[in-house]
């Protein structure tokens, strides 16, 4: 995957590019970066801070045979594979917030977006999206978002980040972890998951649409949802939604 990548300069989403990709045909593991992001999208209809130069925004085509309602796995592949690859790149110690947030330093370093087209109710093809803010300095962020994202410059003690060569290794990552999946299930995914979380055994907020509770985070579900204890002792999944840790 890591030698198709096709690289762009401006862009409004890499979203959108890598959608007109499969809509024509792409093959899997098709990459589109861009140097930057004007429509930067993130999950829960946020915007994605995207400044030239300074990260990696890139957007993958996946064509998985697999029913809809497991594509909460293939969210959680993505920030296994991203997590493995900064650890091995920059050294620095990324952990994965669920369902597939990446932190360093208590702060945001990585958004993933995973989109699925459907076609006759089946899945026709997901496009997953990858925001990591390498080289951004505290001064590259808005005022609202700098005590909530940091970079790998930063949280590395201001080394650069080689962005090809971490781009690269994050489709690597994906490739390999993916044909595991493939091949084996969710079970390894899972476990390497949990090895990386910071969620696990913390007290949480959960928000989803049907409100704000508190709760603690037991483990995942077989189809990549969050365990949670809540105060009535009771261990229900949470498939979708934000968590807050305190
Ligand atoms: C999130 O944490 O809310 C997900 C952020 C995903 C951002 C990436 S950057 C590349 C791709 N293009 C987009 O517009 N969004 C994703």
């Keep these: 995957w890591a030698k198709g990548i096709q690289r762009l300069d401006t862009v409004g989403s890499t ?12 093959m899997e593991g098709t990459t589109v970066m861009a140097e930057a992001q004007t429509g930067g999208r993130g999950r829960m209809g946020r915007k994605w801070h995207s400044p030239h130069g300074k990260g990696i925004w890139m957007s993958l085509v996946l064509r998985p045979a697999l029913p809809l309602a497991l594509t909460p796995q293939l969210t959680l592949l993505a920030g296994v594979a991203v997590c493995t690859a900064i650890r091995e790149v920059t050294g620095v ?27 006759e109710g089946g899945l026709h093809y997901c496009i997953a999206g990858i925001g990591i803010a390498a ?12 005590g909530i994202g940091t970079s790998l410059l930063i949280e590395g003690g201001g080394i650069p980040v080689d962005r090809t060569r971490l781009a690269e ?24 998951w ?53």
């Design 15 to 26: 979203q959108e590019e890598a959608k007109l990709l499969a809509e024509g045909g792409a």
């Design 93 to 119: 110690p990324a952990g994965i917030k669920w369902p597939n947030d990446l932190l360093a330093g208590g702060r945001k370093i990585c958004g993933i977006l995973l989109e699925s087209s459907l076609r």
């Design 135 to 146: 080289n951004l300095t505290e001064e590259d962020y808005p005022e609202e978002l700098r």
């Design 169 to 192: 290794a994050v489709l690597e990552e994906l490739e390999y972890l993916y044909h595991v999946y493939m091949e084996q299930g969710f079970q390894p995914v899972k476990e390497l």
């Design 194 to 246: 949990e090895s990386m979380s910071v969620t696990l055994g913390r007290q949480v907020y959960v928000n989803t649409p049907q409100g704000r509770t508190e709760a603690t985070a037991v483990g995942l579900s077989d189809n990549g949802g969050l365990l949670l204890r809540n105060e009535s002792g009771e261990v229900v999944s949470v498939l979708s939604g934000e968590i807050e840790m305190f």
